[in-house]
T-cell receptor, first 118, second 114 residues
Framework: EPEVTQTPSHQVTQMGQEVILRCVPISNHLYFYWYRQILGQKVEFLVSFYNNEISEKSEIFDDQFSVERPDGSNFTLKIRSTKLEDSAMYFC????????????????FGPGTRLTVL | GENVEQHPSTLSVQEGDSAVIKCTYSDSASNYFPWYKQELGKGPQLIIDIRSNVGEKKDQRIAVTLNKTAKHFSLHITETQPEDSAVYFCAASRRGSTLGRLYFGRGTQLTVWP
C-alpha cells in the first residue's frame, strides 16, 4: 500500500541553525501539508501546498518557515533559524484531491520527524 | 477559527468491551470529520471519516456518529482487542472554503487490557 515517507526520523540541531525536513508524498497525490505536534499539545496545521505554491498557511508559519517541491517526488519544510520552541514532531501529509464529495480528499500522514532544538 | 475538544484523554477498557471517544467542534461550517489512530513510532493513520451529509457511518467494529445540531461527533469501537490500543485523534475540516486544513483534538490514549 502506498505511504507517505519522511526523513530523517529524528533531527537534533543547535538553536539558530537551519534544518530541512523531507517528505515523499504518495505518488499520485497533488495536495501536500505540514503539521506539527509539540509534546503534550494538539497537532497543529502549518501549511498546505498545491501546484507549486502555498495554498494556505497558519499563523505559526512565519518568515522563518518555507516549503518547496524541488522535484517530482520530494516535499520539504525548511526552518531557517531554529528556536527552542520549534522542538516538535513534524508530520507531512498528502491527499489526492481537495474537494471530494465522496472521498479522495482524505489526508494520509507520514511517520513524522522529531525535531529537537538545543 | 475552529476549536475541537476531545474526551476522555485516557481510556482503559477490558478486551471485548466497547470504547467511546467524544469530540465537539465550534465552527458550524465544518463538514468533514476524520478519525486517526496513532501507534507508537508511527504517524496518524486514517481509520474512518464522516461527512456532514450523513449521521452515522460504520466499518466493521468501528462506527462514527455525527450530531450537527449539537456540534459533536463520536467514535465507537466494539469488541475491542489489544491491538486497538493506540492514541486516537478526532479532527474537523471545512471542505469547500478552507483548503483542506484539519483541526485536531488533543487525542485519547486507549488501552485495551487482555
Amino acid at each position: 500500500e502506498p505511504e507517505v515517507t519522511q526523513t530523517p526520523s529524528h533531527q537534533v540541531t543547535q538553536m539558530g541553525q537551519e534544518v530541512i525536513l523531507r517528505c515523499v508524498p504518495i505518488s499520485n497525490h497533488l495536495y501536500f501539508y505540514w503539521y506539527r505536534q509539540i509534546l503534550g499539545q494538539k497537532v497543529e496545521f502549518l501549511v498546505s501546498f498545491y501546484n507549486n505554491e502555498i495554498s494556505e498557511k497558519s499563523e505559526i508559519f512565519d518568515d522563518q518557515f518555507s516549503v518547496e517541491r524541488p522535484d517530482g517526488s520530494n516535499f520539504t519544510l525548511k526552518i531557517r533559524s531554529t528556536k527552542l520552541e520549534d522542538s516538535a514532531m513534524y508530520f507531512c501529509a498528502s491527499s489526492e484531491a481537495l474537494l471530494g464529495l465522496a472521498g479522495g480528499d482524505e489526508q494520509f500522514f507520514g511517520p513524522g520527524t522529531r525535531l529537537t532544538v538545543l | 477559527g475552529e476549536n475541537v475538544e476531545q474526551h476522555p484523554s485516557t481510556l482503559s477498557v477490558q478486551e471485548g468491551d466497547s470504547a467511546v471517544i467524544k469530540c465537539t467542534y465550534s465552527d458550524s461550517a465544518s463538514n468533514y470529520f476524520p478519525w486517526y489512530k496513532q501507534e507508537l513510532g508511527k504517524g496518524p493513520q486514517l481509520i474512518i471519516d464522516i461527512r456532514s451529509n450523513v449521521g452515522e457511518k460504520k466499518d466493521q467494529r468501528i462506527a462514527v456518529t455525527l450530531n450537527k445540531t449539537a456540534k459533536h461527533f463520536s467514535l465507537h469501537i466494539t469488541e475491542t482487542q489489544p491491538e486497538d490500543s493506540a492514541v486516537y485523534f478526532c479532527a474537523a475540516s471545512r471542505r469547500g472554503s478552507t483548503l483542506g486544513r484539519l483541526y485536531f483534538g488533543r487525542g485519547t490514549q486507549l488501552t485495551v487490557w487482555p
